[in-house]
């Protein structure tokens, strides 16, 4: 069997050749015992990849490709730990920072991040802010999709991704029953920093749900990301082995 | 540009094609899954442009994710071999010899050049034409038509092994 044999016949059982060629090969199929055993073979090949490959489709659909597609996932995040509804949510709930911190705010900020600063006006610097000690060792040891509760307070691990330079990063939000806020902090130098902070309208309701605010809010986190996320979010299995490096 | 509702009505009536062409690519269920909820993440990120057909586009940016992976990874996926299968003691030797065949499958197509397998792929498996699958793969048609006889010649010749 030639190489151009085995062109012609793979065209021929896709459908892909002229009427003159076409008219060739049934002409010498008649007429060639080897070339049409050939053909049985490549059409014998082709059905069991077809059936390797379809196998997949009777499985279930993950729940979090579900999830992903249901509508709802995409007005209220779950504690579930899908990766897409994460990004959903991101996309589509939060606001800039504002230049009039609510007190409320304050509160939230003193006690995961404000250690760092001095007075109000300084969170304004969120760029250079790095995570408490405590938030830190929750971004180094805890998966995407943990919620951890101190105190009245929520963290809940979002996702993680590389960023261009190969820096891992987290997205996580951290909340009460009051005020919250979001935000993107890469491990950089052995060191959690805060690259991005937003505000956030998220509410520990007494579950681990909480409920997204307007889409403006998520445009400083969604523009970082956008920006300098590296392909997309890791999967667990990348997550798990960037963490134990932590 | 589609409306997000449409997006997600496009991907859940292309799901089984989406799911059956990203195992094709990582050989691995779990690969596959990740490979098409990623595709989605996108999807509902940047949307369907309106002037484009839905299929190729999504087989595109499920290609070209795929490729961002595999390069990233800098390994070559190998398919994991059916673990529940294996331990299942219930069934019987016709489904055995038809799950042997299909990990051999799996090996052998994992084995293939990375364009010799896609362009396999679109055209054996999710049976796009020749001039839709250069669409996808951004090559001349005549390209396609030499890799997926390289491909299924390359089978053949394993699978006679």
């Known amino acids: 069997m030639t190489p151009d044999d085995q062109q012609l016949l793979s065209a021929y059982l896709d459908g892909e050749l002229s009427a003159d060629k076409l008219s060739e090969v049934q002409n010498r199929l008649l007429i060639e015992p080897e070339l049409q055993h050939h053909l049985n073979k490549l059409k014998k090949n082709d059905t069991a990849i077809k059936n390797t490959f379809d196998e997949i489709t009777k499985d279930p659909v993950p729940e979090s490709i579900q999830a992903l597609l249901r509508p709802e996932s995409r007005k209220v995040s779950s504690a579930s730990s899908s990766k897409i509804g994460r990004i959903l949510q991101n996309n589509h709930a939060f606001r800039y920072w504002p230049s009039a911190i609510a007190a409320s705010f304050i509160v939230v900020i003193n006690i995961f991040i404000s250690q760092h600063y001095g007075n109000s006006d300084s969170l304004l610097e969120i760029d250079a802010a790095q995570p408490s000690e405590q938030l830190a060792h929750i971004l180094s040891k805890n998966p995407s999709g943990s919620i951890i509760t101190i105190d009245e307070h929520k963290v809940h691990t979002e996702l993680s991704f590389l960023r261009a330079d190969d820096t891992f990063c987290r997205q996580y939000a951290v909340y009460n029953s009051d005020a919250g806020l979001r935000a993107v902090s890469c491990y950089e130098k052995s060191t959690w920093i805060n690259k991005v902070v937003s505000k956030a309208n998220l509410k520990n309701s007494g579950t681990d749900t909480y409920q997204p605010a307007s889409a403006e809010e998520s445009k400083i986190i969604d523009d970082y990301i956008e920006a300098n996320m590296q392909g997309v979010p890791l999967t667990q299995a990348e997550e798990k082995a960037e963490l134990q490096d932590r | ?161």
């Open chain 2, 1 to 161: 540009m589609a409306e997000m509702n449409q997006v997600t009505a496009i991907i859940q009536n292309e799901l089984s094609r989406l799911r059956r062409f990203a195992y094709s690519l990582t050989s691995n269920k779990a690969d596959a899954d990740d490979l098409v909820q990623n595709l989605a993440v996108k999807l509902l990120k940047t949307g369907i442009p309106a002037d484009v057909k839905p299929i190729p586009w999504m087989l595109t940016i499920c290609k070209n994710l795929w490729i961002d992976e595999i390069r990233s990874r800098e390994v070559r996926m190998r398919p994991s071999i059916n673990k529940k299968l294996a331990d299942d003691e219930a069934y019987d030797s016709n489904d055995q010899s038809i799950h042997v065949d299909a990990n051999r499958v799996l090996n052998a197509v994992a084995d293939l050049p990375e364009n010799h397998k896609l362009a396999l792929s679109l055209v054996a498996i999710e049976g796009l034409s020749y001039a839709e699958a250069a669409d996808v793969l951004e090559v001349p048609i005549g390209t396609i038509m030499s890799r997926v006889a390289r491909a299924r010649s390359t089978l053949a010749k394993q699978f006679e092994m």
